[in-house]
């Protein structure tokens, strides 16, 4: 894809001719006038359909090259980091914001992630997720890093990812607090920047080992980890 239609956080369709927009939603939590702007953005451009993707947003597919400034000039918005290197999404569950089952607030920690980290340049693609219970249906489990709640703390969960070489993501750390593992998460990011991964941190948690990978990750990290 030419870089500066990715600049513009447009994927190219099927057709090899229109794109689509993906509006960011964070947490997939929106609100009745995001919504009238996406649905006004999809009349107005004469969209081909409306997508609600696994990533907990709205694509808008079926546009022309030359309509996507006006489109993201419509819809108000930055262009969305749909696609690229960097953090995509942050998926977020309901937690105990909504959810009887919660037992961390995935809504509140997922959505300060998402500011901290949506868009970030990194040398890969990265995925990330904040699940408030062990049914995980942010699916932490294929995501590079991610959080999982239990009743004791936070659970960081490393190296996931699907695709053709899917992997399950693997326990680093666990009975946390908020603060404890949001700098955590924070503390492997910045490994994977400074040590300018190319490819997903799986592939690489599985060249080093997963203990060499979590002796190197704990060992460096500055915070406390309680007990």
Known sequence: MKKD??????ILQRDKETYAVAPHIPGGITSPDQLRKIAAVAEKYNAQALKLTSAQRIAIVGLEEE?????????DEPAGAAIGMCVRSIKICPGTTFCKRG???????????????????LPWKFKMGVSGCANDCSEVCIKDVGLIGTPKGWKVMVGGNGGAASRLSIPLAEKLDTAQACALLDHVVQWFVKNDQKGRLGKFIDKIGFDTFKEEILGSFDGDLGA
């Open 67 to 75: 309509q996507l400034d006006n489109i993201w000039a419509d819809l």
């Open 5 to 10: 239609i990715q600049e513009k956080g447009a």
């Open 103 to 121: 037992q961390q607030n995935s809504v509140t920690v997922g959505l300060e992630l998402d500011k901290q980290y949506h868009g970030m340049a």
